[in-house]
């Protein structure tokens, strides 16, 4: 065993402080620190990762449009689109274009044909005839799948072409819709005034609600 002074002990033990003190110092420093921050990394929120949405093509109707519009012809439209989106593509309207015998707001179909009337002129379905493909030609919309008129959707013209239905009683099926909504069923047109049982005879196997 060492025989010390009590100088050298002091010494000594001043020695071992500094050496506890300063691996204290350079445990924080390089081993605290690191646990620290990794310790803050585990407490941040996960960055979600977007993953691509695969979405179907909107479906497509095809259209022919005839009549007063600057570029008659055959258009591709989006499922849902209106007359009025219709005749626009066509290069919109000429001039001498009757447009108020028309429902800008009708949704078009596929195989749909619309007929854009000149001002004076009064086709009718009755009247027009027939194409190769069994569309005739009409003010309006006329459609390939059963011919039927949509009172809910159909404009003055259009209601005027069925029996019984002048421009008065069409003007009242319109306001009728406009003020209590669309009809559910045909027979629910035998509330508008002036269409009773033996007129809605004549025109329910002419007409449709959707």
Not at 3 to 27: D, W
Not at 86 to 102: K, R, S
Not at 125 to 152: F, R, W, Y
């Amino acid at each position: 065993m060492l025989n010390l002074s009590n100088r050298e002990k002091i010494l000594l033990g001043l020695l071992l402080a500094t050496v506890i003190i300063c691996s204290g110092l350079v445990y924080y420093a390089f081993y605290e620190r690191n646990d620290d921050v990794a310790f803050k990394l585990q407490e941040d929120p996960a960055i979600p990762v977007a993953v691509p949405v695969t979405q179907e093509p909107a479906k497509k109707v095809v259209v022919y449009v005839t009549g007063a519009v600057k570029n008659p012809g055959v258009y591709t439209l989006d499922d849902g689109m209106r007359v009025k989106d219709a005749i626009d593509l066509a290069g919109g309207a000429l001039p001498e274009a009757d447009l108020l015998c028309l429902n800008l707001a009708q949704k078009l179909h596929d195989e749909d044909k619309l007929y854009v009337p000149k001002i004076g002129e009064t086709i009718s379905e009755s009247e027009g005839k027939q194409s190769a493909t069994g569309i005739s030609t009409k003010v309006g919309v006329a459609s390939l799948s059963d011919g039927k008129i949509n009172i809910n959707t159909a404009g003055i013209t259009e209601l005027d072409t069925l029996p019984g239905i002048g421009p008065t009683t069409a003007q009242k099926i319109i306001d009728y819709r406009t003020q209590n909504g669309p009809f559910e069923s045909i027979d629910e047109i035998k509330n508008v005034s002036g269409i009773g049982e033996k007129k809605f005879d004549q025109i329910k196997d002419k007409i449709k609600v959707n």
